[in-house]
Nanobody, 115 residues
Framework: QVWLVESGGGLVQAGGSLRLSCAAS????????MGWYRQAPGKQRDLVAS???????AYADSVKGRFTISRDNAKNTVYLQMNSLKPEDTAIYYC?????????WGQGTQVTVSS
């Protein structure tokens, strides 16, 4: 079992920055991939960025060059640094972890970007 707790969301003006954090606990040794997804009202939940235990990263085209995912294994935490935020980045952001083929989700944190 893996538990994920996100923090760092909030309200920011367009062009601003936010950093999201996701702290993992439980069977953290079994985690292979961690990532961030987002879901805007009326839309599906989409991948934003992911990182594997081998430090491979992947990003949605819409955030490449603006967002950076990183992982602190000592703190069992994954971060999402979001720069140059746009109103279309407004969504609930969910932390995700995959361990032994099981997918775990955090409770989500709201990010709102005003124009």
């Amino acid at each position: 079992q893996v538990w994920l707790v996100e923090s760092g969301g909030g309200l920011v003006q367009a062009g601003g920055s936010l950093r999201l954090s996701c702290a993992a606990s439980g069977s953290i040794f079994s985690i292979n991939t961690m990532g961030w997804y987002r879901q805007a009202p009326g839309k599906q939940r989409d991948l934003v960025a992911s990182t594997t235990s081998g430090d491979n990263t992947a990003y949605a085209d819409s955030v490449k060059g603006r967002f950076t995912i990183s992982r602190d294994n000592a703190k069992n935490t994954v971060y999402l640094q979001m720069n140059s935020l746009k109103p279309e980045d407004t969504a609930i952001y969910y932390c995700n972890a995959v361990a032994y083929g099981t997918v775990y989700w955090g409770q989500g944190t709201q990010v709102t970007v005003s124009s």
